[in-house]
């Protein structure tokens, strides 16, 4: 075990990130919803950052569902990001892709109705501070460092607690700087490095963000 919860990881991941970004006035953090956002509140708070959130949904292979196809990312043009070689193998019937990918974009509507009171912040040359629970494969945290460099930001970090060292060689080159804590050998899941893994619900992910809203507006009134 390396945490006691989301905060604590998120806490530690907070000292990790800031000599070099606390305080800095174009930095934004960036969490994966659900279980991303308690550790990206913890990041923001310390560094004195606005947080928001990323939606991204999974496509997922026919009879499959935790078989990824790719992703598609939320912004202002909703991104999908394919993974070619498992596309090739599992030849979906025609169609099935862009089913998929209106169904899951009607979820990220749904979540951005419960979890947002304001419109996301502007991207584009700013420092992006990715932030998740951890990474156990590196497929939909890919897929959302693609579709954010779309975006144009000044820097595109990811941040977490744990995760494999092949998952983070993998992405490499998709950020300009991968801060990871700890990278167990052998990784077998993200929960086991923590005591309390209990899901993250809509409700908590909402107060969250109202919260960091919240402090940010008392603290610069």
Do not use: W
């Not at 912004?75 to 899951?104: C, F, S, T, W």
């Not at 954010?148 to 080159?173: D, G, T, W, Y």
């Amino acid at each position: 075990m390396l945490y006691r919860d989301r905060e604590d990881a998120g806490r530690a991941l907070a000292r990790a990130l800031h000599a070099g970004y606390a305080g800095l006035p174009d930095v934004i953090v960036l969490a994966l919803p659900r279980g991303g956002v308690p550790v990206g509140f913890e990041v923001a708070t310390a560094l004195d950052a606005p947080l928001d959130v990323v939606f991204v949904r999974k496509i997922g292979a026919p009879g499959h569902p935790e078989l990824g196809l790719g992703a598609v990312v939320d912004g202002k043009d909703p991104q999908i990001v394919l993974n070619d070689n498992v596309v090739r193998m599992i030849g979906p019937p025609a169609g099935y892709i862009d089913r998929v990918v209106h169904a899951e974009l009607d979820e990220i509507e749904r979540r951005k109705r419960l979890y947002r009171s304001r419109a996301a912040p502007e991207r584009e040359n700013r420092t992006l501070i990715l932030v998740d629970d951890g990474i156990a494969t590196d497929g939909t945290v890919r897929a959302v460092l693609k579709a954010l460099r779309r975006e144009r930001p000044a820097r595109l970090v990811l941040a977490v607690p744990v995760a494999p060292r092949q998952s983070l060689e993998a992405i490499a080159k998709d950020a300009d700087e991968i801060v990871c804590l700890a990278t167990p050998d052998p990784f077998h899941a993200v929960g086991v490095h923590y005591i309390d893994f209990g899901q993250t619900s809509d409700e908590e992910v909402a107060d969250l963000l109202a919260r960091a809203d919240a402090a940010r507006a008392r603290e610069h009134a």
